[in-house]
């Protein structure tokens, strides 16, 4: 049921945003006077050859566009006349241009029709970042509150030269307002990054390595959480195997509650939630006797530790949030800010990749992983936060300079714009032709990718 939900979640997802990028393209060429001969979502042939299995689950003509859904779940096109494209090469253009045609208007209006994909997409993630900005407003643990007790570092954190209890003061070099500001991508994907913690009186820099961001990516990565008390907030039902392993978890039958607070181990008294982690992993697989307060009341369970160290119950951490609302004019800029930091942060990532500093096979993604991402449950704040950032990062994917991208296009025309002339149709479509060898080339790669990781 989880894997439908995710390809439910992914699947309306980018249905949403192809539909709005062809939008685009389609309401600039209308625009323009241009001809739209078809508009679809999901393609009506198979991608990437437009003379085979050609048909479509729905279509209807309206005027001289055919509106319709294809059964190629990948994508999605709009058809303008007289434009090289996935859907015609130069042979069907060997006529003279007629007037309605994409090939007849001026360059500069051909390049709009190029960017309105782009451009609607941009539009569409600073709408849905500003929206979700002013409707959430931001929950954080503050600078001062993290700092009460410090960070637990956990095993990336103690590979850069953190400790548990350290105080971060610093990031940077500069102040910092909340938990969330030391894992921003300023910091990640930045050069140079480092914290600047209070240990023992002293304060210390750690440097945080470039390649670190790489690291961080594997799902298994654990790198800092604030130091703080907890209690029970829910114990795993005892049908349902909780670990990774896929074991029988004993806390439900041991007795433990949600709201009970676990007070020692063995006798080892227990004040924080890192601490108990550490104490269940080193007694993996034995039986211990877990000392509780349960409204107001001292008892003791006896268990047996699960292999992989664990017992069964999710905490919840009594440490204070701090919530702030926006006003709709502030939420312009910040969600607009959000927005476009999606952007840089995929052109720092590329860079990223090109110095070596992180695998390819880490950083790129192709639909699994980004079904992934969704995750089993429908959460509908999650899934505009995840449509919001696809919607940015498919503007800035589109605009790369590869032929059969709207980049790639629009690199010819301000070619034919400067030069006064534009490049021979037979060019376009070689080009045509790389670009789509090169996208099916980083399709095919994706895909493995998503596969290898899951397997």
């Given at each position: 049921?989880?894997?439908?939900?995710?390809?439910?979640?992914?699947?309306l997802?980018?249905?949403?945003?192809?539909?709005?990028h062809?939008?685009?393209?389609f309401i600039t060429?209308?625009?323009f006077?241009m001809?739209?001969?078809?508009?679809?979502l999901?393609?009506?042939?198979?991608?990437?050859?437009?003379?085979?299995?050609n048909?479509?689950i729905f279509?209807k003509?309206?005027?001289?566009t055919?509106y319709?859904?294809?059964?190629?779940?990948?994508?999605?096109y709009?058809?303008i006349?007289g434009?090289i494209d996935?859907t015609?090469?130069?042979?069907t253009?060997?006529k003279?241009?007629?007037?309605?045609?994409?090939?007849?208007k001026?360059?500069?209006?051909r390049?709009?029709v190029?960017l309105?994909?782009v451009?609607?997409n941009?539009?569409?993630g600073?709408?849905i970042?500003?929206?979700?900005?002013?409707?959430?407003g931001n929950n954080?643990i503050?600078?001062?509150e993290?700092n009460?007790?410090?960070?637990?570092?956990?095993?990336?954190?103690?590979?850069?030269?953190l400790k548990?209890?350290?105080?971060?003061?610093k990031?940077?070099?500069s102040?910092?307002?909340?938990?969330?500001?030391l894992r921003?991508?300023?910091?990640l994907?930045?050069e140079?990054?480092?914290?600047t913690?209070?240990?023992n009186?002293?304060?210390?820099?750690?440097?945080i390595?470039s390649n670190f961001?790489?690291?961080l990516?594997?799902?298994?990565a654990?790198?800092?959480?604030p130091?703080?008390?907890f209690?029970?907030?829910?114990?795993?039902?005892p049908?349902e195997?909780?670990s990774?392993?896929?074991e029988?978890?004993?806390?439900?039958?041991?007795g433990?509650?949600?709201?009970?607070y676990?007070?020692?181990?063995n006798?080892q008294a227990i004040?924080?939630?890192?601490?108990?982690?550490?104490?269940?992993?080193?007694?993996?697989?034995?039986?211990?006797?877990?000392?509780?307060?349960?409204q107001?009341k001292s008892?003791?369970?006896s268990?047996?530790?699960?292999k992989s160290?664990q017992?069964?119950?999710?905490?919840?951490?009594l440490?204070k949030?701090?919530h702030?609302?926006y006003?709709?004019?502030?939420?312009?800029?910040?969600?607009?800010?959000?927005?476009?930091s999606?952007?840089?942060?995929?052109i720092?990532?590329f860079k990223?990749?090109?110095t070596?500093?992180?695998?390819a096979?880490?950083?790129l993604?192709g639909?699994?992983?980004?079904?992934?991402?969704?995750?089993?449950?429908?959460?509908?704040?999650r899934?505009?936060?995840l449509?919001?950032?696809l919607?940015?990062a498919?503007?800035?994917?589109?605009?790369l300079?590869?032929?059969a991208?709207d980049?790639g296009?629009?690199?010819f025309?301000?070619?034919?714009m400067i030069t006064?002339?534009?490049?021979s149709?037979?060019?376009?479509?070689?080009?045509q032709?790389?670009g789509?060898?090169?996208?099916?080339?980083?399709m095919?790669y994706?895909?493995?990718n998503d596969f290898?990781k899951l397997f």
């Amino acid at each position: 049921m989880e894997g439908l939900i995710m390809a439910g979640q992914l699947i309306l997802g980018l249905s949403i945003l192809v539909t709005l990028h062809e939008f685009g393209h389609f309401i600039t060429a209308k625009w323009f006077k241009m001809r739209v001969e078809k508009f679809y979502l999901f393609f009506d042939f198979l991608f990437p050859i437009p003379t085979v299995l050609n048909f479509a689950i729905f279509k209807k003509k309206v005027g001289d566009t055919e509106y319709g859904l294809g059964w190629f779940p990948l994508g999605g096109y709009v058809s303008i006349a007289g434009m090289i494209d996935e859907t015609q090469d130069a042979a069907t253009l060997a006529k003279e241009p007629e007037p309605w045609e994409f090939r007849a208007k001026p360059a500069w209006q051909r390049l709009i029709v190029m960017l309105g994909g782009v451009i609607v997409n941009v539009i569409t993630g600073v709408v849905i970042f500003v929206a979700l900005t002013f409707s959430n407003g931001n929950n954080f643990i503050s600078k001062e509150e993290l700092n009460k007790n410090g960070i637990v570092a956990l095993d990336l954190g103690k590979q850069i030269g953190l400790k548990t209890g350290d105080k971060v003061v610093k990031v940077n070099g500069s102040d910092f307002k909340s938990l969330a500001d030391l894992r921003t991508s300023d910091v990640l994907l930045g050069e140079n990054s480092s914290y600047t913690v209070l240990r023992n009186g002293q304060e210390i820099e750690v440097k945080i390595p470039s390649n670190f961001i790489e690291k961080l990516s594997d799902k298994k990565a654990a790198f800092i959480e604030p130091v703080a008390a907890f209690k029970v907030a829910e114990v795993a039902a005892p049908e349902e195997p909780g670990s990774e392993d896929g074991e029988l978890l004993p806390a439900y039958s041991a007795g433990l509650k949600a709201g009970d607070y676990i007070t020692a181990v063995n006798g080892q008294a227990i004040h924080f939630y890192h601490e108990i982690k550490e104490i269940l992993g080193k007694e993996a697989g034995k039986p211990i006797r877990l000392a509780i307060n349960r409204q107001g009341k001292s008892d003791t369970l006896s268990m047996v530790v699960a292999k992989s160290g664990q017992i069964g119950f999710i905490p919840e951490l009594l440490i204070k949030t701090t919530h702030e609302d926006y006003t709709f004019v502030q939420s312009l800029g910040i969600g607009t800010g959000r927005a476009f930091s999606v952007i840089s942060d995929n052109i720092r990532g590329f860079k990223k990749i090109a110095t070596g500093d992180v695998s390819a096979s880490k950083a790129l993604s192709g639909p699994i992983g980004i079904a992934q991402m969704f995750g089993g449950v429908w959460d509908w704040n999650r899934f505009w936060m995840l449509t919001g950032l696809l919607s940015m990062a498919l503007a800035f994917m589109n605009i790369l300079p590869i032929p059969a991208l709207d980049g790639g296009h629009a690199i010819f025309l301000i070619y034919e714009m400067i030069t006064g002339k534009p490049a021979s149709e037979k060019v376009l479509e070689r080009a045509q032709q790389v670009g789509m060898i090169i996208l099916l080339a980083l399709m095919a790669y994706t895909f493995g990718n998503d596969f290898y990781k899951l397997f």
